[in-house]
């Protein structure tokens, strides 16, 4: 990979070459440190050509059909014209080991069209790093030219804030379980999301997608919308008989043209830019620290001694950032 020039990378990608942009992103999501630095200077070329897409998240627990919604939405956009980019933040954790996402053959008609890159998700070995990367995979994919990019996780807590932080519209998607239909309200996520789509509203399910709609809409009418001027609302849909996905692009659509307008738009994307710089800022402050020799000689005694009760948590970690910056 290292032998590919930086130019190469950036007229790659700026030409919209799909083999070009893949390697991009492969080498943005590289944690080797020869390829950070090659990566910084190919996206601070590729800047000026970006922020042009409208950028969807699509969260719902595994099964809910996110991969059926985005292929047929992700058709269906192509055919009008569009460019469209799918990108996955898998939450996968060291318990689990596997992917949640990437296991299975995800959206075959999509891949096949020219106007669509599906980014497969990462496997098992690269985690952890990656869901912070996508941020800058987007902006890879725009610069390609992409106008739409879907990016696609699972519904778990952390990695639907990330994503969520990462985009201009978040869309939950559920199924009309059995039962208790406002659980998703318990877990926090209906208060991050721009929109509802109760999916597999079809056959014998339609009616109970119905009532989940009227449901969700009412606790929806009790919640503090997540961005001004806009209240999210509860839509039902089929991805797989494709019914009801134009009406939902139609919402999101609208969004885009009243949150542009009243400039809510705007702030939402530049208050994410200052989050990235905070969260970039963290993250390389608290690799510095653990890699430093004077800390990592000095922490094994320190955290003895905290889990033992002779040392208060907060004492011994002022002790090592005392320990940090003196050796800085
Ligand atoms: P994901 O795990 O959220 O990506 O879910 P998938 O897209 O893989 O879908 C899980 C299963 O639900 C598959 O068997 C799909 O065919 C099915 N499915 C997805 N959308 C619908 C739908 O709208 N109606 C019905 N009946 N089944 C669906």
Known sequence: MSKVTTEAYVEGVLAGNRVMLARTITLVESNAQRHFEQAQAVLSHLLPHTGQSLRVGVTGVPG???????????????????????????????????????????????????????????TGGMLGGVARKTRESILVCEAAGYDVILVETV????????????????????????????????????????AILINKADGENKVRAEAARTEYNRALHYLTPAIEGWRPRAYTASALEDAGIDKIWSAIESFQEKMTESGAWQARRKAQLQEWLHTVIAEQLKQSFYAQPTVQAALPDLETAVRQGKLPPTTAALQLLQIYKTNQ
């Open 64 to 122: 809910a059909g996110k991969s059926t919604l985005i292929e047929t939405l992700g058709l269906k956009l192509v055919q009008a014209g569009h460019k469209v980019a799918v990108l996955a933040v898998d939450p996968t954790s060291s318990i689990t080991k596997g992917s949640i996402l990437g296991d299975k053959t995800r959206m075959e008609m999509l891949t096949r069209e020219e106007n669509a890159f599906v980014r497969p998700s990462p």
């Open 155 to 194: 519904g778990t807590g952390q990695s639907e804030i990330t994503v969520r932080s990462m985009v201009d519209f978040f869309l939950l998607l559920l199924v009309p379980g059995a039962g208790d239909e406002l659980q998703g309200i318990k877990k926090g996520v209906v208060e991050i999301a721009d």
